[in-house]
T-cell receptor, first 114, second 111 residues
Framework: DSGVTQTPKHLITATGQRVTLRCSPR?????VYWYQQSLDQGLQFLIQ???????AKGNILERFSAQQFPDLHSELNLSSLELGDSALYFC?????????????FGEGSRLTVL | GDSVTQMEGPVTLSEEACLTI???????????LFWYVQYPGEGLQLLLK?????DKGSNKGFEATYRKETTSFHLEKGSVQVSDSAVYFC??????????FGTGTSLTVIP
């Protein structure tokens, strides 16, 4: 158990809909990272937060947004869903301020868009 | 920009065979290097790491040495087991705490 909790584990929805994925980082970790894993594109970095503030943005679509709340949990919002958004979405957390830290991953949320 | 390139798979080996998965990186400064493993249906788990040149990370019989002169961090194991079947990811963390992952290498070990 990594200590990172993601919900829901599985989600099936239709094109055009909107979903919210939730992540609770390890206790005390200030940084949250979101990744998308699809069969043909490997692990793609979406966005990073540190203590409530956005720190870095990767290949995140404009239809996607995220935020980190004061209690450090994070949500990834996916809207106007397309078939190609079907993927595993991982959240990872890292202790703050340590150059030698590593990422701890949740088990992922599997999104299927029909 | 920073990046990681790792050997493409899939790789299929017989039990007790030797494993090498190549990984090279591009980064400014002195990144930390990692190998993560993903078992079927699970998230990524840290396998080993190295934070400076010539460091050797090791865990569960796997080893990797941080080679700055060749910008490499190859994963090795002398004798693989069926339970090692998984996808392996090489990654780096730069000085800005940003992580870059390779595309993953799928390993299947057959009895």
């Amino acid at each position: 158990d990594s200590g990172v909790t993601q919900t829901p584990k599985h989600l099936i929805t239709a094109t055009g809909q909107r979903v919210t994925l939730r992540c609770s980082p390890r206790s005390g970790d200030l940084s949250v990272y979101w990744y998308q894993q699809s069969l043909d594109q490997g692990l793609q970095f979406l966005i990073q937060y540190y203590n409530g503030e956005e720190r870095a943005k990767g290949n995140i679509l404009e239809r996607f947004s995220a935020q980190q709340f004061p209690d450090l949990h994070s949500e990834l919002n996916l809207s106007s869903l397309e078939l190609g958004d079907s993927a595993l979405y991982f959240c990872a957390s890292k202790s703050g301020g340590s150059h030698t830290g590593e990422l701890f991953f949740g088990e992922g949320s599997r999104l299927t868009v029909l | 920009g920073d990046s990681v390139t790792q050997m493409e798979g899939p790789v299929t080996l017989s039990e007790e065979a030797c494993l090498t998965i190549n990984c090279t990186y591009t980064a400014t400064g002195y990144p930390s290097l990692f190998w993560y493993v993903q078992y079927p249906g699970e998230g990524l788990q840290l396998l080993l790491k190295a934070t400076k040149a010539d460091d050797k990370g090791s865990n569960k019989g796997f080893e990797a040495t941080y080679r700055k002169e060749t910008t490499s961090f190859h994963l090795e194991k002398g004798s693989v087991q069926v339970s090692d079947s998984a996808v392996y990811f090489c990654a780096l963390m730069n000085t800005g705490n940003q992580f870059y992952f390779g595309t993953g290498t799928s390993l299947t070990v057959i009895p």
